[in-house]
C-alpha cells in the first residue's frame, strides 16, 4: 500500500504535476469535467489514453466513440452466474468525452481496468454487491455515502463555472487524495481496488513503454495509486465468459434514485450544466429555465406558482449561491430555493405535487441511441442463449409446446421457472401459467407452462432491453417500472404485497431487499388485518425458502423474519380496529391473530386490547376476547364460566337477548379449539341453563341457539355430549346421603303423601315430561321444570330431536326452521330434524307466537329475515312492531332486491320504524342544536369601541375643564365582540355504503333529516361505494332515502370526499362528516390528499368510525391515524355527538 | 469569558433575552465583518449565519480585532440557517414551520436578535389575538379625551418595527384567527399601514423602512398552515425546522439545558449519562415512528419535542437532588407516561406496545439498562 503521510498540498501538487502518467482523477458522471475534458486533453496532447473501463469493453470503443451513437448509452457486462458490471454513459460523463476526443483526434485509447473476467482475492465480498463494483458506487461508498457524494459536489461541481481546466483537474484530484485518505484511516482499502490498480498501473506502464505520453482519466479515487510502479503485478484468474453489450440508456433510468446503479441525480439537469460549459451566467439562465418550468408543471397539477415567486425562488437561489461563495447555484441550491418559496412547508399535496415537477423537470426521460452498424447485443441475445441452455423453445425450435415444472424437486426445472417468471416480468408474451389444481387441501407443487416462441418475443425483448442485457435484470427494471407507474399516486399494500411476490417469484434479491426495507415502513403504517395476514403468509415463505428457485440470502432472511415478527405487532395494534365488528371470522382472526402473536410472547399491549375489548366491544368481540383470554391463560377458565353464565342471567330483555347471541358466537367461533381440549369450561353455562325457570329458558332459548349455531353439527355433538355426559354423573354426585338415610328420607315422604292425600290437599304435578323420575324430586329448586336438563341442551343444541318429548318438539321444530341443521363438520348427516317443515311463514309465525310469545317471535323473525327470508317481513305487523334498528337494518338489507310491489307492502313498517327512531333522536339530539351566537359587550379591549355604552358607564367620570368644557374620562371602557357574520352553513355527510356499514347508514340517514330541520344549515347526503350519489333530494325524508341506497361495493373514499370538495362554496363554513371503515380499496394517498385539500382549504373535517347508539367501531385503525395526522380526526361518534360537534362548529366554538 | 460573567450577573430574571446575552459576540461579529449589509442589517448576511451556527471551533477575526470563538447556538443543519437569512436580506417574510419543541421561537429570536438587535418586537398569537397586535391600538382615555392623535396611539410591535426597519417577530401566528392574520397581507405587500382616524396628518400613513421584515412560527400540530391563506402565504418563504437530527447533539443539549434548569433550582445536576441516553433514545424513537435499530415504533398522537425531554430530565434531575429515593431510571416509566398521554387514551396502549417491542428486545438482547426498564412496567399501568 502506498503510504500518504505528507502535507496535503505539496502531496497534490506532486499528483496534478506528474507526467508518467498525467493524471486526470474524474467522478463518473461529472458535467464540470466532462465539459472542460477536451480542453485539458489538448494541452495534455498525449499520445495513448487510459480509461478505467474493464479490458473486455475495448471491443465496443469505437461504437462508443461513434458520433451517430447517443448518449445516455450502456456498457455491460454479465457474468454467468448472473452477476453484472454496469456502465451508463451520458453527455457528462468525462471518460465519454475523453473517448470522443481521442477518436476525434486519433489518439489511442485503452481500457485500463482490471478484466472482467478476471477476479482476485476478495473478489468474493465483492460479489455480494453484485452490481455495485463501479467506480461511482464505489466513491460514495467510500465516502460514507452522501456526505462523500457531497463532498465532491461542493468541492469540484459547484466551484467549477468560470474556472480554467487546469484548477478543476486539481479539484478533482484533491478530492480522490482526501477520500483516499479517508478510507486508509477507515481501514485500508479494499483488497479488489487495490489489484484493480495493480492492474491499471501495468496497462499504464505498458502504454508508456514505447516513451509515449499517457494520460489517464481514472477515478479520482485511484489517482494517487497510479503515481508509483511497485511492481507488484497479481496475477488475474479466469472466472468464466462474459458477455459484453453496448445498449442504449435512458435519462430517467440514469437518475440515481431509479434502482439502476451508478446514476447520478437529476440527469437532465447535469446535462443542462454540460451544456453551460462552466459559463456561470449559462447556469443561471438554466437555472432560470428550471424555476420557471417547475412552476409552470405545479400551476398544471392545481396549485398556484406564479411569476413572483418564480422570481423569488430564483434570487433565493442564486444568493444562497453567493452567500455560500460559489460562482453559479448549483442543484443543491436551487432544490432548496424552490422547496423554501413554493413548497409552502407542506410535505403532502401541495409537496408532493412540488416534488412530481421537480422530479419531471430535473430528472426527464430523454432517450439515447447506439450507432447503425453497432453489433446486436444485449437481451435478446441473452435470452437465446438461456433458452438453449435450457432447451426451452427458442428461434429454432419455436414450439408451442407445454411444459409441466417440478421446481422444487429439479434443479432444471428450478432455473426453468425462474426464467419464465423472468420473462413474464418482462412481459416478453414468451410463455403462459396454466393453473394446476391442487390436491385435497394442499397448494399445487408443480407448475404447467405453455411456451411459444413467437415473432412477436424477439421484438418485445428489443423494447425490455433498454432495462437491462440479462433476462434477471430486464425483469427487475421492467418490475420496478411499473411499480412507479402503478404507485405514482401512492402506493397501496396490495400493490406492494404483489410486487414483493413477483420479486420472490423472480429471485431478485436487490429489489426484494428494496421492498422489503419499503414493507418496513409502509405495512406497519397502512395494512389492514387482512393484509397483514397475506403479507405474514408471504414473509413465512420467503424466509422458509418455500419460493423456487429463490436465493437463500442470510441477511434478507433475518429481516423478512423480523419483520414478520413487526407485522403481527402492528396485528396487535390494530385489534381495537375490531371492537365493533360482528363478524364471526373476525373472531376467528382475532383468535388466532392472538395465539400468533403469544407464541413469541406475551405482551403488555395484548393483554390491555384484549381486556378493552372484554368490556367495550360489540358483544361479538366480547365474546372472542373473553375466550382469547382464556386461551392464552390471561385468565382462569372459572372466569370465563362466570362471565357466560352472567350473560344468560342478563338475557331478559330483547337487547340483551341480541347481545348474548353475539357473545356466544364470539366466544365459540373463537374458543373452538379450547372447547375440544377443555369443554368443562363450559360447565357453569350449563349449570345455569339447567337451573333456569321454563320460561326463563324459552325466553333465551331463541338467542342461545343463535350463538350455539356458530359451531358444526358435529362440535355441537360434542357439546352435547359432554352435557350428558355430566348429567349422567348427577345420582353420583348427589347420592352424597347414605342409602339408610335415603330410606329414612323417602320414609318420611311417604308418609307426608299419604297425610296429604287423607286431607284432600292438591298434589304438587307430576313431572310428566321427566322420562325417568329424579332421583332425589324433594331436593329440587322451588321452581318446577318442564324441560329437562339434557333437553334444553337438545333443544339448544338443535342436535338429537328425535330423543326430544312430544312437548318440547314444537320448539325445536319452530327454530330448525330458522336455523336449519347447521353447516360444517357433519352438516350430512341426516340423522335428526326430518321433520316437515312449515308450509308457510303465517304457520311458523303462528307456532311462534303460541310457544315463545310476542317478543320472541319479533326476534326470530328479525334473524330470519336477515338470514334472507322474504315471506316472514309480511308477518311482522307494522303498528305492533318495536322499532329498533337491528330490524330496520334486516329489512333494509331485503328491501334492495325486492320489485316494488312487495316493497309497498313493506312501506308502512319502515315508515313507522323510521319515524319512531327519528323522533327519539330528535328529541336527544335538539338540545345540542339550539343556541346562536350573539355579540355582547365586553370590557376585554379587542372589538371597536362601543362609545353609547362606554359613555354611559363613565357619566360618572365626567369632568368639567378649566376652559368649561366637559370631558368624560372613560375608565371602564365598553367593546363590542366581533359579530358574527349569519352566513348559511353547509353540512356534508359522506356515507360509505359498501357492505358492513348499515347501522351507520340508518344512523346517518336519520341523523341527516334532522339535522335538515336546523335552520341555518343546508344538509347534503352523499353516499358511496365506489362510486358516489347524491341524495341530498330525499334528504328530509329518511324513509325514501334509506329505500334507495344501495349497499354493496368497494370502498373508494377519495371519490366521495372529491364530491364533497366540489359541494363546498364557502370552506370556512363547511363542515364535511365523513362515516366510513376507513377501509379504502384505492392507493390511500389519494384519500389523504383530498382530506389534505378540504383542511387546507378551512373546512371542518370529522370522520366517524361508526355511527350509532352503541359507539364501538370496526375500522382500520391505521389508515384512521394517517388521516388524523392528514387533518381529519376520526372517532366512533353518537348522533348525539355528532350534533353536538355541529353545534359547537356553528356556534364558533373551534376544537 | 466576559460573557459568562456577564451571564452570571445578578439581574434578577429567569430568562435574558438573547441580544443581551450575546451582546459582546454580536458586537465582536459587528466590528469583525466589514463586508456590505443590506440595508437596516447590523451584521452581514454571513456574519449571521455564523453567529447562529457557531464558527466551527475556530477563531474568527479581523485585522484589527482580537479573534474569538462564536458557538453554536442553534443545533440543526447550515444550510436552513443560510436559507433563512437569504430569505430575510430579500426583505420577504419567514414562516419558520416544524413540530412543537424544535427552537423555532429560539431561531427566530436569534435571527431578529442578529439582523436588527432586538428580538423583542413580538405578537404572540392565541385564538384571542386581535388586528390591533398587527396594526394600532388607541390609548382610549387619550382618544376621548383630545380625539385621534399621533399620541393617543399605541403602536403595535409590527408597526414599530416597520417604522425603525426591524425585523417583527409573531409567534404561533396559524394560531389567530384567519382574518385578523390576513392584516399581515397588507402590510407584507405594500409595506405601508394606513391609520384612516388620522387623515389629513402626516401620520396617515406609515411607510415601512428598509430592512423591515417579518418572521413568523407556526406549529404544525396545532392548526397546522391549513387556515392560513393563499395570499398570505404567497408572501412567506417556509422553511421546515426538524428535530435534531444526531442524537448525540440531542444528548448533549438535553444534557446542558436540565442542568441549567436544576441549577436555577438551587442544586446540582447528577442525573447518570445512561439515564439521559436512555431517554433520548425513548423520545426519539417514539417521535420518529423507528428505533435506532431500524424497528417500527407506533408513534403517539403526542409530540415528543427536545423542550419536553428536557423538562423529563430536569424533573428527574431535580427529584433526584431534592427527594433521593433508589435509582432515577425507575422515575423514567412514569415522567414518559405523563409525556406520552395527553389527551388520546391510545397513546397510552402505543407506549406499552413500545415496552413490548424495542424495550424488551433490547432487554433480551442483554443490556442491562434496558432490563431495568422492562422491569420497570409496572409503573406504566
Known amino acids: 500500500m502506498t503510504t500518504l503521510r505528507l502535507d496535503p498540498a505539496a502531496e497534490l501538487e506532486g499528483l496534478a504535476a506528474g507526467t508518467k502518467p498525467h493524471l486526470i482523477g474524474v467522478r463518473h458522471h461529472s458535467p464540470a469535467l466532462a465539459s472542460v475534458m477536451p480542453a485539458m486533453l489538448a494541452e495534455a496532447a498525449p499520445d495513448v489514453i487510459c480509461v478505467e473501463l474493464p479490458a473486455d469493453f475495448d471491443r465496443w470503443l469505437p461504437h462508443l466513440a461513434d458520433p451517430g451513437t447517443r448518449a445516455p448509452v450502456a456498457l455491460a457486462g454479465a457474468y454467468p452466474d448472473g452477476g453484472l458490471a454496469f456502465y451508463p454513459f451520458a453527455d457528462f460523463s468525462p471518460e465519454l468525452a475523453a473517448v470522443r476526443w481521442a477518436y476525434a483526434h486519433g489518439v489511442r485509447v485503452r481500457c485500463c481496468d482490471l478484466p472482467l473476467t478476471a477476479t482476485a482475492d476478495g473478489a468474493a465480498d465483492q460479489a455480494v454487491q453484485g452490481p455495485q463494483i463501479t467506480f461511482a458506487a464505489a466513491l460514495a461508498a467510500r465516502s460514507t455515502g452522501r456526505d462523500g457524494d457531497d463532498m465532491w459536489d461542493r468541492a469540484v461541481e459547484v466551484l467549477a463555472p468560470g474556472c480554467a481546466p487546469e484548477a478543476v483537474r486539481r479539484a478533482g484530484l484533491g478530492v480522490g487524495w482526501a477520500l483516499r485518505r479517508d478510507a486508509e484511516a477507515a481501514g485500508g482499502v479494499p483488497t479488489r481496488d487495490l489489484v484493480r490498480e495493480a492492474y491499471m498501473r501495468k496497462v499504464v506502464a505498458e502504454a508508456a513503454a514505447d516513451g509515449s505520453r499517457v494520460t489517464a482519466v481514472i477515478g479520482a479515487f485511484h489517482a494517487p495509486a497510479l503515481t508509483a510502479f511497485p511492481g507488484d503485478e497479481v496475477p488475474p484468474e479466469a472466472r468464466g465468459e462474459v458477455v459484453t453489450s453496448l445498449v442504449a440508456y435512458s435519462f430517467d433510468l440514469l437518475d440515481s434514485r431509479s434502482g439502476y446503479p451508478a446514476g447520478i441525480r437529476d440527469p437532465r439537469w447535469q446535462q443542462q450544466v454540460y451544456a453551460a460549459g462552466g459559463d456561470p451566467a449559462k ?557 308457510s311463514a303465517r304457520d311458523w309465525s303462528e307456532e311462534l307466537q303460541a310457544l315463545f310469545g310476542a317478543d320472541v317471535r319479533e326476534e326470530v323473525l328479525a334473524d330470519a329475515a336477515a338470514a334472507g327470508r322474504l315471506d316472514v317481513l309480511a308477518e311482522l305487523d307494522p303498528a305492533a312492531a318495536r322499532p329498533s334498528v337491528e330490524l330496520l337494518t334486516a329489512v333494509l338489507t331485503l328491501a334492495g ?81 366581533r359579530a358574527r357574520q349569519q352566513a348559511d352553513w353547509r353540512m356534508i355527510l359522506v356515507v360509505d355504503v359498501s357492505g358492513s356499514m348499515e347501522a351507520s347508514v340508518i344512523w346517518s340517514a336519520l341523523t341527516a333529516s334532522i339535522l335538515a330541520g336546523v335552520p341555518t344549515l343546508s344538509t347534503h347526503f352523499l353516499a358511496f361505494s365506489t362510486q358516489v350519489i347524491d341524495f341530498t333530494d330525499h334528504v328530509k325524508d329518511p324513509l325514501s332515502l334509506l329505500l334507495d341506497v344501495k349497499v354493496g361495493g368497494g370502498t373508494h373514499i377519495a371519490a366521495g370526499l372529491a364530491h364533497a370538495r366540489s359541494l363546498v362554496t364557502v370552506p370556512s363554513r363547511t363542515l364535511v362528516a365523513v362515516v366510513s371503515d376507513f377501509e379504502e380499496g384505492a392507493p390511500p394517498e389519494g384519500m389523504l390528499g383530498e382530506v389534505r385539500a378540504l383542511a387546507q382549504s378551512g373546512v371542518h373535517l370529522l370522520g366517524c368510525a361508526a355511527l350509532d347508539d352503541r359507539g364501538a367501531p370496526r375500522y382500520s385503525v391505521p389508515t384512521a391515524r394517517r388521516l388524523a395526522a392528514a387533518g381529519m380526526p376520526v372517532a366512533a361518534l353518537s348522533p348525539l355527538a355528532l350534533a353536538r360537534w355541529v353545534g359547537d362548529r356553528l356556534r364558533g366554538e373551534r376544537a | 469569558m466576559t460573557a459568562i460573567a456577564e451571564e452570571r450577573a445578578p439581574t434578577a430574571r429567569q430568562i435574558v433575552p438573547a441580544e443581551e446575552r450575546h451582546a459582546d459576540e454580536l458586537a465582536f461579529l459587528a466590528a469583525a465583518d466589514g463586508g456590505p449589509r443590506p440595508p437596516g442589517w447590523a451584521l452581514t448576511p454571513r456574519a449571521v449565519v455564523t453567529f447562529i451556527c457557531g464558527s466551527g471551533g475556530e477563531s474568527v477575526g479581523a485585522p484589527g480585532v482580537p479573534s474569538r470563538v462564536i458557538p453554536v447556538k442553534f443545533v440543526g443543519e447550515r444550510s436552513l440557517v443560510e436559507r433563512c437569512v437569504v430569505t430575510l436580506a430579500g426583505e420577504r417574510g419567514l414562516l419558520l414551520t416544524g413540530e412543537p419543541g424544535t427552537a423555532k421561537s429560539m431561531l427566530s429570536e436569534l435571527l431578529s436578535a442578529a439582523v436588527s438587535g432586538t428580538g423583542a418586537l413580538t405578537v404572540q398569537g392565541t385564538a384571542g389575538t386581535t388586528e390591533d397586535a398587527f396594526r394600532y391600538g388607541w390609548n382610549y382615555a387619550m382618544l376621548l379625551a383630545h380625539g385621534p392623535s399621533s399620541d393617543a396611539l399605541v403602536a403595535s410591535p409590527v408597526l414599530t418595527a416597520m417604522r425603525t426597519g426591524r425585523i417583527a417577530r409573531i409567534e404561533e401566528i396559524t394560531r389567530c384567527l384567519p382574518e385578523v392574520q390576513d392584516a399581515l397581507v397588507s402590510i407584507l405587500s405594500d409595506r405601508r399601514l394606513s391609520v384612516p382616524e388620522l387623515s389629513g396628518t402626516d401620520h396617515a400613513t406609515v411607510s415601512a423602512a428598509p430592512g423591515f421584515t417579518v418572521i413568523a412560527t407556526a406549529n404544525l400540530r396545532d392548526r397546522g398552515v391549513s387556515e392560513m391563506s393563499a395570499a398570505l402565504k404567497r408572501r412567506f418563504n417556509f422553511e421546515t425546522v426538524d428535530p435534531i437530527a444526531d442524537a448525540d447533539a440531542e444528548t448533549a443539549l438535553i444534557r446542558g439545558q436540565a442542568t441549567a434548569v436544576v441549577e436555577r433550582a438551587g442544586a446540582a445536576f447528577s442525573v447518570d449519562d445512561a439515564v439521559l441516553d436512555a431517554l433520548v433514545t425513548v423520545f426519539r424513537d417514539l417521535r420518529t415512528g423507528r428505533s435506532g435499530e431500524g424497528w417500527d415504533v407506533e408513534r403517539p398522537g403526542t409530540v415528543m419535542s427536545t423542550a419536553e425531554a428536557v423538562q423529563v430530565a430536569a424533573s428527574i434531575g431535580v427529584a433526584a437532588a431534592y427527594l433521593p429515593a433508589g435509582d432515577p431510571l425507575d422515575l423514567l416509566p412514569g415522567h414518559l407516561l405523563g409525556v406520552v398521554r395527553k389527551d388520546d387514551p391510545a397513546d397510552h396502549g402505543r407506549l406499552l406496545g413500545y415496552w413490548d417491542g424495542p424495550v424488551r428486545r433490547r432487554a433480551e438482547d442483554g443490556a442491562a439498562l434496558w432490563r431495568r426498564l422492562w422491569d420497570a412496567r409496572k409503573h406504566l399501568q
Not at chain 1, 367620570?957 to 371602564?972: I, L, M, Q
Open chain 1, 897 to 977: 332486491g325486492l320489485p316494488e310491489q312487495r316493497l309497498a307492502a313493506l312501506r308502512p313498517l319502515v315508515r313507522r320504524i323510521v319515524e319512531e327512531l327519528a323522533r327519539e333522536l330528535a328529541t336527544t339530539l335538539r338540545p345540542a342544536l339550539s343556541g346562536l351566537a350573539t355579540p355582547r359587550p365586553t370590557r376585554r379591549s379587542g372589538g371597536p369601541l362601543d362609545l353609547p355604552r362606554t359613555l354611559r358607564a363613565n357619566l360618572a367620570h365626567a369632568r368639567r375643564t378649566a376652559d368649561g368644557r366637559t370631558v368624560v374620562v372613560p375608565e371602564r371602557p365598553v367593546f363590542k365582540t
Open chain 1, 283 to 839: 447556469i443561471e439562465e438554466a437555472a432560470a429555465h428550471v424555476v420557471t418550468a417547475v412552476c409552470r408543471a405545479l400551476r398544471d397539477a392545481g396549485h398556484t406558482a406564479g411569476t413572483g415567486e418564480a422570481a423569488e425562488a430564483l434570487r433565493v437561489a442564486g444568493d444562497l449561491a453567493r452567500l455560500r461563495g460559489l460562482p453559479a447555484p448549483g442543484r443543491g441550491e436551487i432544490v432548496e430555493a424552490i422547496t423554501t418559496v413554493l413548497g409552502q412547508g407542506e410535505r403532502l399535496g401541495r409537496g408532493r405535487a412540488l416534488a412530481r415537477a421537480m422530479e419531471g423537470v430535473l430528472v426527464g426521460t430523454e432517450r439515447g441511441r447506439t450507432a447503425p452498424g453497432t453489433p446486436r447485443s444485449g437481451l435478446g441475445p441473452a435470452v437465446e442463449a438461456d433458452l438453449e441452455a435450457l432447451r426451452l423453445p427458442r428461434p429454432d425450435e419455436p414450439g408451442p409446446k407445454e411444459v409441466r415444472l417440478n421446481p422444487l424437486g429439479s434443479a432444471l426445472d428450478t432455473r426453468r421457472e425462474l426464467l419464465l417468471h423472468r420473462l413474464a416480468a418482462c412481459s416478453a408474451g414468451y410463455g403462459e401459467q396454466l393453473e394446476v389444481a391442487g390436491t385435497g387441501d394442499g397448494t399445487a407443487l408443480t407448475t404447467k407452462w405453455r411456451l411459444a416462441w413467437t415473432v412477436a418475443v424477439p421484438a418485445r425483448l428489443d423494447l425490455a432491453g433498454v432495462r437491462g442485457v440479462t433476462a434477471a435484470q430486464a425483469a427487475e427494471g421492467a418490475l420496478r417500472a411499473a411499480y412507479r407507474r402503478e404507485g405514482a399516486d401512492g402506493v397501496t399494500c396490495g400493490l406492494l404485497l404483489r410486487q414483493l411476490e413477483a420479486a420472490a417469484r423472480c429471485d431478485l434479491p436487490g429489489l426484494l431487499a428494496d421492498l422489503v426495507a419499503e414493507a418496513e415502513t409502509l405495512l406497519p403504517s397502512a395494512a389492514t388485518l387482512a393484509e397483514l395476514v397475506v403479507a405474514l403468509d408471504l414473509l413465512e415463505a420467503v424466509g422458509r425458502g418455500h419460493i423456487p428457485g429463490l436465493t437463500a440470502d442470510e441477511r434478507v432472511g433475518r429481516r423478512v423474519r423480523a419483520l414478520g415478527d413487526l407485522l403481527v405487532e402492528t396485528a396487535v395494534a390494530g385489534i381495537p380496529g375490531l371492537a365493533g365488528s360482528d363478524r364471526p371470522e373476525d373472531a376467528v382472526a382475532l383468535a388466532g391473530l392472538a395465539g400468533r402473536a403469544a407464541e413469541d410472547r406475551l405482551g403488555l399491549r395484548l393483554d390491555e386490547s384484549l381486556a378493552e375489548l372484554c368490556r367495550t366491544g360489540s358483544p361479538l368481540m366480547q365474546g372472542a376476547a373473553t375466550a382469547a383470554r382464556v386461551m392464552l391463560g390471561l385468565d382462569d377458565s372459572a372466569v370465563m364460566g362466570g362471565r357466560v353464565a352472567g350473560w344468560v342471567d342478563v338475557a331478559t330483555r330483547p337487547e340483551t337477548r341480541r347481545a348474548l347471541t353475539g357473545r356466544l358466537t364470539g366466544l365459540l367461533a373463537a374458543a373452538g379449539p379450547l372447547l375440544h381440549a377443555a369443554p368443562s369450561a363450559l360447565r357453569p353455562l350449563m349449570e345455569r341453563v339447567e337451573n333456569l325457570s321454563d320460561e326463563g329458558f324459552l325466553a333465551r332459548l331463541p338467542a342461545l341457539r343463535g350463538g350455539f349455531d356458530i359451531l358444526g353439527p358435529a362440535a355441537r355433538d360434542r357439546v352435547l355430549a359432554e352435557v350428558q355426559d355430566r348429567l349422567g354423573t348427577r345420582p353420583d354426585l348427589t347420592l352424597t346421603a347414605s342409602p339408610g338415610m335415603l330410606a329414612t328420607w323417602h320414609g318420611a315422604d311417604a308418609a307426608g303423601r299419604a297425610v296429604l292425600a287423607a286431607l284432600n290437599l292438591p298434589l304438587p304435578v307430576a313431572e310428566a315430561a321427566e322420562p325417568t323420575p329424579s332421583p332425589a324430586p324433594t331436593r329440587a329448586p322451588a321452581v318446577p321444570r318442564r324441560i329437562a336438563a339434557v333437553d334444553r341442551w337438545r333443544l339448544l343444541l338443535g342436535r338429537e330431536r328425535g330423543g326430544l318429548p312430544a312437548s318440547c318438539r314444537g320448539y325445536g321444530r319452530a327454530l330448525d326452521e330458522l336455523y336449519g341443521a347447521g353447516s360444517g363438520e357433519g352438516s350430512q348427516d341426516l340423522g335428526a330434524g326430518t321433520e316437515a317443515s312449515f308450509p
